[in-house]
């Protein structure tokens, strides 16, 4: 069961990533709809990947400037900057190690 409850915490977090990322979700089972919205598991991937590159991006621009001493540019900013790059980039190593994790649950399951 263990195996379940991961995927179906896999599901989540990949649906949470998708409505990050603006696009619709698959419907759940059971509720109906006209036209199902397919999602492309690529296209997230690559936007969500896209979204931490550019606040590591951003990070390292402002950190520049400040330490160039741009006056433009406050140390709050750059501090706040840089731990959402941080922090974007905690949240794809999880989702990335949760892929893997359930990836070999998968192989590794009895057919």
Not at 27 to 34: C, D, F, Q, R
Not at 51 to 76: H, N, P, R
Not at 82 to 101: E, H, L, P, W, Y
């Amino acid at each position: 069961m263990s195996t379940i409850s991961a995927v179906d915490g896999l599901l989540a977090q990949m649906r949470v990533a998708a409505a990050a990322a603006g696009l619709s979700t698959p419907p759940v089972a059971g509720m109906s709809t006209a036209q199902p919205a397919k999602v492309d598991f690529t296209s997230v991937l690559k936007n969500a990947l896209d979204g931490v590159a550019q606040a590591q991006e951003k990070s390292e621009t402002l950190q520049k400037a400040f330490v160039m001493g741009d006056d433009k540019v406050s140390l709050s900013d750059t501090m706040i900057a840089m731990q959402k790059a941080g922090i974007n980039f905690q949240a794809a190593v999880q989702v990335r190690s949760k892929v893997v994790q359930a990836y070999n649950d998968i192989m590794n399951m009895q057919v």
